[in-house]
Each structure stands twice: as structure tokens, then as C-alpha cells.
């Protein structure tokens, strides 16, 4: 590894050791069993010990990032590597906002009365509105963005699916941010997410008819 990619990484190294070191700090005040599950309300419904709840810490934040430097070297068509530093970027802000969760998951198991619904939905709604603005860049590949057999098999369909879903990604995380802190409900915002989600994987096969019908 080249010494200035040394450096870059070595950035990220640091965003995932915070959660260790913020877990360790506040191991002496955590409950043996910590939650590790909550209902639509915010109420804990699962627990873990708190020997392997370092071990759920370490899955969110070195797995993500794992993953995410294997898939440049397993891209057959080494689409990854062609979006170069917007893909570090990518990865370095999504290891911050899996550091992020940890983060808060701790902070809740030391502070039973915090309510974790509001710190959970604003980071998933940052997730969103990081995703989607990044969403457009991203070229045709077996790994990331929105990978439906339509998609895949047409770039002009990657491309147009991959423009609409990082618009509808990004205002659908930007709204469930604001709705979140005016005090709207859950229940609307996961509505919201999920809609997010599911939306451009219809709207890739509804590029796929048209493109159908133009050949015919």
C-alpha cells in the first residue's frame, strides 16, 4: 500500500477505533446485559452480554469497511476503482456513520432513559442523503447502487435508475431528518424509507418496457 493511500486509510482506521475506545471507556458504567435490539418504539427487546457486544461493535464498523476494500479488487469489471477518490469518500463516510451507530448504541446502554428512535433515525436518514448524492457517480457494477437485472444489463438504464434513485434517496433522507427532529413519528419515516427503497428498482423495469418497445 502506497504511503499516501497509507495515510487515507489510516484516517479511517482511527473513525473505527473511536467506538472501541468510547466503549472502553464507559465499560465500568455499561449493564451486564446491554440491548442490542429495540421495538418500533424504542423499547429494548434483546440483549446481549457485554463480552459480545464488543464483538457486535467490531461486525458494524471492521466488517463494513472490509468489505468495502475487498469489492475494488473483485470488481471483474473494475467499475469501483474508475469512481477513484469518490469512493474512498464513500467508504469513509459510511464507516462514520456505522462508527456513528456504535457510538450511539453505547451511549444508550450507559443511558437507559435516552429514547434511541430519534439518534437512529437521524443517522439513517444521513445515510440516505450521503448514498443518494453519491448514487448518480456510481458506474455499472456487480457490488453497489441499485443492481437489478435491468440495470445491469443496460448502462443508459443504470444511469437514468441510478440518477432518479440518488434524487429520491437524497430528499428521502433529508425528509426523515427534518420529520424526526419536529418530533413526527417513526412509523411515517420508515414508511418514507422504505417507499425510498423500493421505488427505483420499479422505475429500472419500467425503463427496461420502454427500451423494450422502442426495439420492437
Known sequence: MKTKQLLKESLI???IAIPFIYFAVLYPHLP???????DIHGNPDNYASKAAYWWIISSMTIGLYLIMLIIPLIDPKGKIKQMGNKYYILKLIL??????LSIISVYVAANPKVKINFLIMITI?????VFGNYMPSFKPNYFIGIRTPWTLESEENWRRTHRFGGWLWAITGLLVIILTVIGVNAIVSIILLTIAAFTPLVYSFIIYLEQKKKQQ
Do not use: D
Open 13 to 15: 482506521w482511527v473513525i
Open 32 to 38: 451486564a446485559q446491554i440491548p442490542i435490539h429495540f
Open 95 to 100: 464507516v462514520g456513520l456505522m462508527a456513528l
Open 125 to 129: 436518514g444521513l445515510m440516505f442523503l
